[in-house]
Structures are given as C-alpha cells and as structure tokens.
C-alpha cells in the first residue's frame, strides 16, 4: 500500500523564515538548498549521529538524512559504551559534526559551508509519512538503551499537535536545551519545519547569552527552556527582551517558579508532559490548573498495569511509566513517576516533590533527591541528597527541611557540592550522583 506523503516542511513560500542566525534569517529557499548540496554530500552509510552544535546545521543535517534515504540516531548520551553499542548495530553510521568529533570512534563528516545562493524557487520534497526517519533512545537507566523508531508521519504531527496547542506560528524561538534531545527535538526543530516557527541557530546558556540571543530574533519570541536554565536565569536578575511564552520540560516545575517565570517575563509558562517512546503528549498552563490536557488525537487508556498512550502521533501503543489520574477523556493529573515513588518507615511521598521542597528552601541553587543503592533487607532505607548552597550549614539546610517535609525523608547523606553534574539537557545521570557519595565531603549519619 503506498504511504501518504508530508512535505519536507509546510513553510508556506520560498521566503518564509525558517530558523535564525547571527547573520540573519534563514528562508525556505535558502534551507533546501543547503538541504540538497548536504544530501549530495553525504558520505556511504545509512544511519547518521548528527551532533552538530549549531542548531541550523542541525536542522539541515536531519533533513538531509531524510531526503536521501538516511536514518537519523539521537542517542540520549554519547558515552563510548553507547557510541560501542551504536556501531555494533548499525556498522554503516557515520558522525556528522560542525567542528569537533568530541573524540568520537566513528568515521566523521565535516558540515560544509552553505550552498550557493539558489537562483530559482526550489521545490520541497515530499516524504512518505511511513518512512522511519529517526531512532531514539531511552535513557536505560533501568537497563540497555532501547530503539524507538520514529516515523515521518508521527513526527509531523507530533509538531502539528505542538504548534497549534502553543499558538507558536511566526514565533522565533530561543532554545536552551540540544537539538539532539527529544524535547529541544521536537520544540525547536521538528516545529520550526512543520508549525511554522523559527529556531534560533545557538543554544545560550548562560543569562546573558540568552537575554542576547532573545534580542537578536524579533517578536514574537519564545523562550524553550528547562526548570534549571529557567530558574538559573530568574536568580541572576538578567534584564530580558518581552517574550510572548515559555516553555518548560524535562523536569517537574514547582507552582512558585512558575508563578515567578510568569510574573518577571509577564508571559504565560507552558508545560510539555511526554517520553522519548512517547514523544510529547500533553500540556499545562502550571499557575492555572494541575490538570494536563492531551495533545491532537493522543489518547490514554487505564489497563491492569497502568496507563499506556495510543494514537494520534504515538507510535503503537506506549506504556506510561508515571502515575496517573484520569480527570476526563482529555484531561489527566501526574502524581510522578513510578520509580520515584518513596515509602519509608510507612510513609509515602515522590522524589518530584522532595526536590520541590529542595529548592524552595531560601539559600538552595540547585538540589536533588536520590535513592541510593539498593541495600540488604535487614538495613533500612535512607534518602540521600546533594546540593548547592553556599550560605547553609548541613545543620541549618536540614533544620529549613523539618519544616518542610517528614523527617522519615530527610537525606543521609546530605552531599554539598559546587555544582550538580548535570548533562546538556539539565538531566542528571544516576551514576554521576552516585560518584558524588564518594567524595570527602560526603555528610555525616
């Protein structure tokens, strides 16, 4: 049966803005011909690891792949085990860089300069929606990394879906997060081709660097952020540009940092809820309701193990690994991941809002709750943590906690660090917190 096809992207003319960057916008015509000189260009191999730093030749990168036939492989880390793993299962990948191979073991290949400036209109290329376009991973922090493969189609709407719930047409969007994770994915790429938005080309970090990148795209403008970027950009009083909204994913959101977000940019704060075996699947306004509504024709279904996603832009039918609520066919509340949950000595809470009240704690920059390694039946189980707080004491960090939560939860150890050892998608590995009990500044029982 022959597939539907989507265009390559539903900009709408020749020169509609695709992305931004330091020179400048980047029109339709101006994308499809860097997209056709790279596609030319691609050395032999069917699977590309596209780690291009710039956004655009990110953008230009997937769409190349997909334009010649190619599968695009977005890893949720680039360890030399993954990377081992990788070539073990698709012995033709090949990297596509713009600078450095970061030490890399694959062949690489040089993003070029841009195209000549195209003489004509362009056509866009059509795409069978069936097309598998993309492999994504888990995490597999449970275990071995695990495939999802994504489909033309589903990516399309998935964008779609995006777009029209966040109004995000003809805006310029300003992303702290990869393009090569799942949400800077499917927030600033995959809707700057379909849902007629436009990517800024950096990833700022620091607050200057995104006050500055907000100010070198016109309004509307959005920010795509996450609840460490956002809250690291409040603490440090930057002046920033009028945004129209933001965007906050990868992690739970407290109700203060959103009403904060809010009240200092003066824009509305969306929320993003999905998986990377899911994909986005709803959203929320976090000042104005707990309850999540479901993106497009995505739907949720209880069954005896949990809830699982099907339709619309889900691939399959999905198990979710969160605790969920129904509140109507639309609408859901999360209660947190199953593996978060804690109970100790009889009582129950999440990791989620331990970290919340973490944060909350006046003096906290940073902070995360853990469960440590599993110990022997006959040990009882202690929560750890580490933070970020250079104007508290153990004791006085832990007397500010009393208040807030049980004291059956309060951690042993309580690590002080500098920093968290957190990856470009402000996630933190477990492993990397686990290291962290070992240094000698670890807190005493």
């Not at 990788?86 to 191979?101: E, I």
């Not at 929606?129 to 449970?142: L, M, Q």
């Not at 071995?144 to 995000?168: D, F, Q």
């Not at 070198?216 to 930057?238: N, S």
Request: aromatic share 6%; glycine share 8%; net charge negative.
């Amino acid at each position: 049966m022959r597939h539907p096809t989507y265009p390559l992207t539903d900009q709408p003319a020749p020169d509609s803005i695709i992305a931004w960057q330091a020179s400048g916008p980047v029109t339709r015509n101006r994308f499809l011909a860097d997209v056709a000189q790279l596609a030319g260009r691609l050395p032999p191999g069917g699977h590309v690891l596209n780690i291009c730093q710039s956004r655009y030749h990110f953008l230009v990168g997937f769409a190349a792949a997909i334009v010649s036939g190619r599968i695009s492989l977005l890893p949720s880390t680039l360890t030399p085990d993954t990377i081992r793993r990788l070539k073990a299962d698709t012995p033709d990948l090949f990297c596509l860089h713009d600078g450095n191979l970061d030490d890399i073991d694959l062949p690489g290949f040089a993003y070029p300069d841009a195209a000549p400036a195209p003489e004509h209109d362009l056509p866009v290329p059509e795409i069978p929606s069936g097309r598998i376009v993309a492999h994504v991973f888990t995490s597999g922090s449970t275990g071995t990394a695990l495939t999802h493969r994504k489909t033309w189609g589903g990516l399309v709407i998935n964008a779609l879906s995006e777009a029209e719930r966040l109004g995000a047409r003809g805006h310029a969007l300003v992303g702290t997060v990869p393009p090569q994770h799942m949400y800077g994915f499917e927030s600033t790429v995959l809707i700057s081709l379909h849902g007629g938005a436009a990517a800024w080309a950096g990833r700022p970090f620091y607050p200057a660097d995104i006050a500055d990148a907000l100010a070198a795209v016109p309004a509307p403008r959005a920010l795509i952020t996450t609840p460490f970027h956002l809250r690291t950009l409040l603490d440090a009083g930057q002046a920033l540009p009028p945004v129209d909204f933001l965007l906050s994913a990868t992690a739970p959101l407290s109700e203060e940092l959103a009403a904060r977000a809010e009240a200092v940019c003066g824009a509305p704060l969306l929320e993003i809820y999905g998986s990377t075996e899911t994909g986005q699947i709803a959203s929320r306004r976090s000042t104005a309701t707990r309850a999540w509504e479901l993106l497009g024709e995505v739907r949720l279904r209880a069954t005896d193990s949990g809830h699982v996603a099907e339709g619309g832009h889900v691939e399959g039918i999905v198990p979710i690994n969160d605790v969920i609520e129904d509140v109507d066919a639309r609408h859901f509340l999360l209660h947190g991941r199953n593996a978060d949950l804690v109970n100790i000595a009889g009582k129950r809470t999440s990791l989620a809002f331990l970290n919340q009240q973490l944060l909350a704690v006046p003096g906290v920059q940073d902070g995360v709750f853990f469960m440590p390694e599993a110990e022997p039946d006959d040990h009882a189980t202690r929560l750890c943590a580490c933070v970020v707080a250079p104007g508290h004491t153990r004791q006085s960090l832990l007397q500010a906690l009393r208040s807030r939560i049980d004291a059956a939860f309060l951690p042993r150890p309580l690590v002080f660090v500098e920093r968290l050892p957190r990856n470009e998608a402000s996630k933190l590995p477990r492993a990397s917190l686990l290291a962290l009990l070992n240094t000698p500044d670890k807190a005493a029982e």
